[in-house]
């Protein structure tokens, strides 16, 4: 299939009809929730990132909102409330799972400040830089079937979602900066650097404020445990990777993906496997003399 011309109305009109095309009807508590046993419920009490999460998909939902009123072209505008919807259904959503499963976490109050591109844009990079962690966390559930496979397939769509977002956000951003003329390759991966480390620090950040205690959350204890234990850096790119894969591959190919976080993830993959590889501990034998 021929590629539009970055920054056309060809490529507006294709990464905007995609994303409404591919848009999915359906109301949170009308979703195939499965009944989960006690120790399933429990291990979810023990994720540490509900309330973090939450607030990001509620915040997400008004910022997004907000922007779109800004927004005078009518086409990219449409788009654009549509994701806000699906962000804003994102914590109906994940509201809905903690009320059913009676999973008591803290409310975070939402801000009330001025929206503006920036904010949009550092949003959209903080959304590729965390889809990776995101896919290389739900294949890791998946593979070790944490979970019931009901409640996987009811996060799975909602991962596509988030990767469907990013797609649309990256094709948006090329778009303007081709129309602003911005259009120098090493001053646009500058330009994305910067942002990645924006988004970053906006994450952090809000997952600090987000804390039930005053010491950051730990991503590593709790119901993370449970899917990062045994698993080494190098196994987990390698899961991320395909899992990116996977979903890009659901996504019409003539739209841009992200490529910083892929390729960087593909870096470090490359130079933990030329590591030589760790000696085992030698078991103690057991066998008792006769």
């Known amino acids: 299939m021929r590629k539009p011309r970055i920054g056309s109305l060809e490529h507006r009109d294709l990464f905007c009809r995609t994303f409404i095309e591919t848009h999915r009807v359906f109301e949170p508590e009308n979703l195939p929730w499965p009944r989960l046993e006690a120790r399933y419920v429990e291990l979810l009490r023990a994720f540490p990132f509900w309330s973090f999460a939450r607030s990001m998909e ?26 806000g919807y699906e962000e804003g259904r994102h914590g109906r959503l ?21 929206v503006t591109r920036e904010d949009f844009v550092v949003f959209g990079f903080s959304e590729c830089l965390d889809s990776v962690v995101g896919f290389g966390g739900f294949a890791l559930a998946r593979e070790k079937q944490i979970f ?50 924006r988004a970053g620090m906006h994450q952090a950040q809000g997952a600090q404020g987000a804390a039930v205690v005053p010491a ?57 496997r030329l590591l030589p590889p760790r000696a085992e501990t030698p078991k103690r034998s057991l066998a008792v003399a006769s």
């Open 58 to 83: 509620q915040e997400a939902d008004r910022m997004i909102a907000t922007f779109a009123k800004t927004l005078t072209d009518p086409v990219i505008r449409e788009a654009v409330e549509l994701q």
């Open 94 to 114: 994940l509201n809905h799972m903690l009320e059913r499963y009676e999973i008591d976490v803290p409310d975070v109050p939402l801000t009330n400040l001025p």
């Open 216 to 272: 950051p959350i730990d991503l590593t204890g709790g119901g993370s445990q449970a899917i990062l234990e045994g698993v080494s850096p190098k196994m987990f790119l390698e899961v991320a990777l395909a899992e990116e894969r996977a979903m890009m591959s659901r996504i019409d190919p003539r739209l841009l993906r992200p490529r910083l976080v892929p390729v960087l993830a593909t870096v470090a993959l490359l130079g933990l």
């Open 148 to 197: 019931p496979k009901g409640l996987l397939d009811i996060f799975e769509h909602i991962l596509f979602e988030e990767a469907r977002h990013i797609v649309f956000f990256i094709n948006w951003w090329r778009y303007e900066e081709e129309l602003a003329g911005r259009t120098n390759p090493v001053a646009r991966l500058l330009a994305t650097l910067q942002y990645h480390v």
